[in-house]
């Protein structure tokens, strides 16, 4: 069979067609992806919580506004150190048992933020919310390595989306239990759910490509036929996989990983999707969503509209996993950028006319008697803001990090993905400090087209620079960027970079994958 006609088979088949042989990756993805669902859970918290911390009540914990500021934050911050420290167990013990240990840590994160109440005790509250923010940046790297590493081409894209949606599960999860129990249930009840992670990855297996890495031969071949089912010929597979291992060489340092070109084109890709899916605004959007319904006038409190959005996203970000694999990375990610800078548009002319008009009531007094036009369309911030939550689910909710456990080279993926995810974590922590400081300067309206420009500017970074992963194994994906030539002394591999438009063609590849 040719080339075209192998590809063509490829696009044509749905990637959960062959039950039984996808059966065994859906549940190892579920099973990695609830450590990110426990992610979730962490910034779920902070929703519901907060609010109770802040009201005087006797004989319980209270907290000062710059006290609860800062318990808010704190994750975002911790998660980034997390991120870069989670590479070296990720190296030693492998990806199974990282994600094991690390319901261990939430567990007790979540408790010792329970107790605090008991021991009405605000250091031991950090303290949890402190341990809780480090595991959450180790989880995304490590969860979305497993996943990819133990996923078959075919079903990697929407396999891979699945950290997304259990991000947005555990969000709903924890504003939900939160609006029916006190603050310190919650964090004994949520805290509970991550010994589902531990037990699961108990039973999973470890991913081929770090047993072969660690020479671990007949244990990777197990675990690559429980993945691609009993009655798969995975030999071909096993072979590509164990050439690419056995090519590998001694781990260098960062700083030399950091000057040596093939590596840092992946990784410079990785980051700008990085860079741009916190530059859309999403989670200042999203942390500020109650101003947002209360300028739209809702009758709906700020807790009701905190789950609106969360389910909208959780929903969607669903619907994207059967996705990626059809139309591709690229084409969903232009869709989504686009979609969403015309949604941010019209939020950001929406507000900005309002409070012209509401400047001009204050110069004229005459206007406040007459009825607004806008106040009649108070249901187009509502409509613009859940499209764009829509358009952000669809694509950059879930590609950029489906990209990161894609582009990198197997023996430096460890490293790499948590410089990513680490990156996007620091962005995340700087959007959403400096989105109150940017409003009071150019106005939410001027904020909101800033954010669409951004959207405007990903989706022209993503038609030049970002080669298309569909239906490629992890082999030929490091071949887009690598031409092997010399071998160094010190552990880097000297190669040329290949042509930029190949970047952007399809695999020569002929061989036929398992599923």
Same mark, same amino acid.
């Given at each position: 069979?040719?080339?075209?006609?192998?590809?063509?088979?490829?696009?044509?088949?749905?990637?959960?067609?062959?039950?039984?042989?996808?059966?065994?990756?859906?549940?190892?993805?579920?099973?990695?992806?609830?450590?990110?669902?426990?992610?979730?859970?962490?910034?779920?918290?902070?929703?519901?919580?907060?609010?109770?911390?802040?009201?005087?009540?006797?004989?319980?914990?209270?907290?000062?506004?710059?006290?609860?500021?800062?318990?808010?934050?704190?994750?975002?911050?911790?998660?980034?150190?997390?991120?870069?420290?989670? +590479?070296?167990?990720?190296?030693?013990?492998?990806?199974?048992?990282?994600?094991?240990?690390?319901?261990?840590?939430?567990?007790?994160?979540?408790?010792?933020?329970?107790?605090?109440?008991?021991?009405?005790?605000?250091?031991?509250?950090?303290?949890?919310?402190?341990?809780?923010?480090?595991?959450?940046?180790?989880?995304?790297?490590?969860?979305?390595?497993?996943?990819?590493?133990?996923?078959?081409?075919?079903?990697?894209?929407?396999?891979?989306?699945?950290?997304?949606?259990?991000?947005?599960?555990?969000?709903?999860?924890?504003?939900?239990?939160?609006?029916?129990?006190?603050?310190?249930?919650?964090?004994?009840?949520?805290?509970?759910?991550?010994?589902?992670?531990?037990?699961?990855?108990?039973?999973?297996?470890?991913?081929?490509?770090?047993?072969?890495?660690?020479?671990?031969?007949?244990?990777?071949?197990?675990?690559?036929?429980?993945?691609?089912?009993?009655?798969?010929?995975?030999?071909?597979?096993?072979?590509?996989?164990?050439?690419?291992?056995?090519?590998?060489?001694?781990?260098?340092?960062?700083?030399?990983?950091?000057?040596?070109?093939?590596?840092?084109?992946?990784?410079?890709?990785?980051? +700008?999707?990085?860079?741009?899916?916190?530059?859309?605004?999403?989670? +200042?959007?999203?942390?500020?969503?109650?101003?947002?319904?209360?300028?739209?006038?809702?009758?709906?409190?700020?807790?009701?509209?905190?789950?609106?959005?969360?389910?909208?996203?959780?929903?969607?970000?669903?619907?994207?996993?059967?996705?990626?694999?059809?139309?591709?990375?690229?084409?969903?990610?232009?869709?989504?950028?686009?979609?969403?800078?015309?949604?941010?548009?019209?939020?950001?002319?929406?507000?900005?006319?309002?409070?012209?008009?509401?400047?001009?009531?204050?110069?004229?007094?005459?206007?406040?008697?007459?009825?607004?036009?806008?106040?009649?369309?108070?249901?187009?911030?509502?409509?613009?803001?859940?499209?764009?939550?829509?358009?952000?689910?669809?694509?950059?909710?879930?590609?950029?990090?489906?990209?990161?456990?894609?582009?990198?080279?197997?023996?430096?993926?460890?490293?790499?993905?948590?410089?990513?995810?680490?990156?996007?974590?620091?962005?995340?922590?700087?959007?959403?400090?400096?989105?109150?400081?940017?409003?009071?300067?150019?106005?939410?309206?001027?904020?909101?087209?800033?954010?669409?420009?951004?959207?405007?500017?990903?989706?022209?970074?993503?038609?030049?620079?970002?080669?298309?992963?569909?239906?490629?194994?992890?082999?030929?994906?490091?071949?887009?960027?690598?031409?092997?030539?010399?071998?160094?002394?010190?552990?880097?591999?000297?190669?040329? +970079?290949?042509?930029?438009?190949?970047?952007?063609?399809?695999?020569?590849?002929?061989?036929?994958?398992?599923?």
């Amino acid at each position: 069979m040719g080339e075209k006609a192998i590809t063509k088979s490829r696009k044509n088949v749905s990637p959960f067609k062959n039950w039984s042989k996808v059966a065994p990756q859906i549940i190892c993805a579920t099973s990695a992806s609830w450590a990110v669902l426990c992610t979730g859970l962490v910034r779920g918290w902070s929703s519901s919580a907060i609010a109770q911390l802040r009201e005087r009540k006797n004989g319980t914990l209270y907290l000062e506004k710059e006290e609860a500021a800062w318990i808010t934050s704190l994750p975002p911050l911790c998660a980034i150190f997390g991120s870069l420290l989670i +590479a070296f167990p990720m190296e030693l013990y492998g990806r199974r048992m990282t994600l094991a240990t690390i319901s261990l840590l939430y567990v007790l994160g979540f408790y010792l933020m329970g107790l605090s109440y008991y021991l009405n005790s605000v250091s031991v509250l950090f303290v949890g919310r402190l341990i809780t923010g480090l595991i959450s940046g180790a989880s995304v790297p490590t969860s979305q390595i497993y996943v990819s590493e133990c996923s078959s081409p075919r079903v990697r894209g929407a396999l891979g989306s699945f950290t997304s949606t259990f991000m947005s599960f555990g969000i709903v999860i924890a504003y939900v239990i939160g609006a029916v129990v006190e603050w310190q249930i919650m964090c004994f009840v949520i805290g509970s759910l991550p010994i589902v992670l531990g037990v699961a990855m108990l039973l999973m297996p470890e991913t081929p490509s770090w047993l072969i890495s660690h020479n671990r031969g007949p244990q990777a071949k197990d675990a690559l036929q429980y993945l691609r089912g009993k009655y798969t010929n995975i030999e071909s597979e096993f072979q590509r996989i164990s050439n690419n291992a056995n090519s590998q060489l001694p781990k260098p340092s960062y700083a030399k990983i950091l000057t040596n070109g093939h590596l840092m084109k992946p990784l410079i890709i990785s980051m +700008a999707l990085m860079l741009f899916q916190q530059l859309s605004g999403i989670n +200042a959007i999203v942390f500020y969503s109650a101003s947002v319904f209360q300028d739209a006038g809702c009758s709906l409190n700020n807790f009701l509209s905190s789950i609106i959005i969360a389910v909208v996203a959780m929903v969607f970000t669903m619907i994207s996993v059967l996705l990626v694999d059809r139309f591709g990375r690229r084409k969903l990610l232009m869709i989504s950028g686009v979609c969403m800078a015309v949604s941010l548009t019209g939020l950001g002319v929406f507000v900005y006319l309002k409070t012209a008009s509401e400047d001009l009531s204050v110069v004229d007094e005459t206007t406040l008697a007459e009825p607004s036009v806008l106040s009649e369309l108070g249901w187009l911030p509502l409509l613009f803001l859940i499209s764009f939550i829509i358009a952000y689910s669809m694509g950059f909710c879930t590609v950029p990090q489906l990209i990161m456990g894609e582009l990198f080279p197997l023996e430096y993926r460890n490293r790499l993905g948590t410089i990513s995810a680490s990156f996007s974590l620091g962005c995340t922590f700087i959007v959403v400090r400096t989105f109150p400081e940017m409003a009071a300067i150019m106005g939410l309206g001027g904020v909101y087209g800033l954010y669409a420009a951004c959207c405007l500017i990903a989706v022209v970074f993503v038609a030049f620079f970002l080669p298309e992963t569909k239906g490629k194994t992890l082999e030929e994906i490091s071949q887009f960027f690598v031409r092997p030539t010399i071998t160094s002394s010190d552990g880097i591999r000297n190669e040329t +970079a290949n042509d930029p438009q190949l970047l952007l063609k399809p695999s020569t590849n002929n061989n036929t994958h398992s599923v």
